[in-house]
């Protein structure tokens, strides 16, 4: 589904993925409706451990499976000991620089909780985008027999234990579950009684296999720890045809590295910020309030997403744009030095042959020549 064209009308959409089953199937509606262009997803994590906020699943796994329905992914990490205020804004922006980005719509796998609808009505009003719930009032037994029939194949992540016994995480979210289920709980935890994360479900390129291990129960919360199996193993499960799981046969246990830049929204400020600004004095002190933190903060988080310094980054930034210039401009060093935020033209070509190996000079002879 992924390369078929849409029609010239169909609604740039972003949707708000959780891993659960209800995302899953929300993607199953809106890609089977010409009125939705679906081109990517949004998932909200916790900012200090980098887990889908209460799934309780790590993010990597979230990657895995925008890899497997083929589209990018983007978070939007949280601070889930501030205000809900404070939150409410993040989310706000968050939104905000989707909108930014081209997306008309955001979608929501919600079924029935108004609260919820409106909590998200809320933090997506000045956004500008139209906020749409394809699976809204839909009888959840009846919805979860469809999901099941059609072979989604889904683990129990983390439980509320004011409604459900904590050794129901790491149970396969099949019939027998929920039949299982005491009365006054929906089949489909549209109250957040319970939670899931999806291995395969229709139009899902591949399997993203996971094993439920440890459990932790955190106040009214149990979480099953979801650990990764080695996709090679999976090529050959539901979902994907003999012939095809053939081809994928090759070893993806090392899959490409993400950029974080495109995945996390406040990174992704950043950059868009270094990069219209670039000539300026840009400090930790000024983007971190780019990024709505504090500077220790900002210079933790970017060092652990990124893997290396902000000062360090943004050096290779500017000299990355400076052989850009060096390429496509006749200008002299001396001011392509200035144009990428370098004081003095000796300090420039110091750092570019640091990185380059070679003088400014010598650099653009040699794209000359190619």
Request: aromatic share 10%; proline share 5%; charged share 30%.
């Amino acid at each position: 589904m992924v390369g078929e064209p849409f029609p010239w009308n169909a609604r740039p959409t972003w949707l708000c993925w959780s891993g659960g089953k209800d995302s899953a199937w929300a993607l199953r509606e809106l890609r089977v409706d010409a009125s939705f262009q679906v081109r990517g997803l949004i998932s909200l994590v916790n900012e200090k451990n980098g887990r889908v906020i209460l799934h309780g699943v790590r993010h990597t796994l979230i990657q895995r499976q925008a890899e497997a329905v083929g589209l990018p992914l983007r978070f939007i990490p949280l601070d889930w000991t501030s205000s809900r205020g404070e939150r409410n804004a993040a989310l706000a922006r968050g939104f905000g620089d989707v909108r930014a980005d081209g997306a008309a719509c955001v979608a929501f796998g919600d079924l029935f909780a108004l609260e919820g609808r409106d909590r998200r009505l809320l933090v997506t009003a000045d956004s500008g985008l139209e906020v749409v719930f394809p699976l809204w009032n839909r009888d959840t037994r009846t919805h979860s027999v469809e999901m099941l029939e059609a072979g989604l194949s889904a683990w129990v992540c983390s439980v509320d234990t004011g409604f459900l016994p904590a050794n129901l995480v790491g149970r396969r979210f099949d019939a027998d579950f929920v039949a299982g289920l005491p009365e006054g709980v929906d089949p489909c935890g549209g109250n957040d009684e319970f939670h899931t994360f999806v291995e395969w479900a229709p139009g899902w390129d591949r399997r993203v296999r996971v094993e439920p291990t440890r459990s932790i129960e955190v106040y009214d919360a149990a979480f099953a720890e979801m650990e990764p199996l080695p996709e090679r193993e999976a090529s050959g499960d539901a979902g994907v045809g003999a012939g095809v799981a053939a081809i994928r046969a090759v070893d993806r246990s090392a899959p490409p590295r993400i950029d974080p830049f495109s995945h996390f929204g406040r990174l992704d400020r950043v950059r868009r910020h270094v990069d219209r600004r670039i000539a300026e004095d840009l400090t930790v002190d000024v983007v971190a309030r780019v990024a709505a933190m504090s500077r220790g903060g900002f210079s933790r988080y970017f060092r652990e997403h990124v893997g290396t310094t902000f000062a360090g980054w943004l050096a290779c930034r500017r000299i990355e744009r400076a052989c850009q210039l060096l390429r496509e401009t006749n200008d002299a060093v001396s001011r392509i030095a200035e144009a990428v935020g370098f004081h003095s033209e000796r300090t420039f070509r110091r750092a570019f042959h640091e990185r380059m190996d070679c003088s400014p000079s010598e650099y653009r002879r040699k794209a000359l020549e190619e």
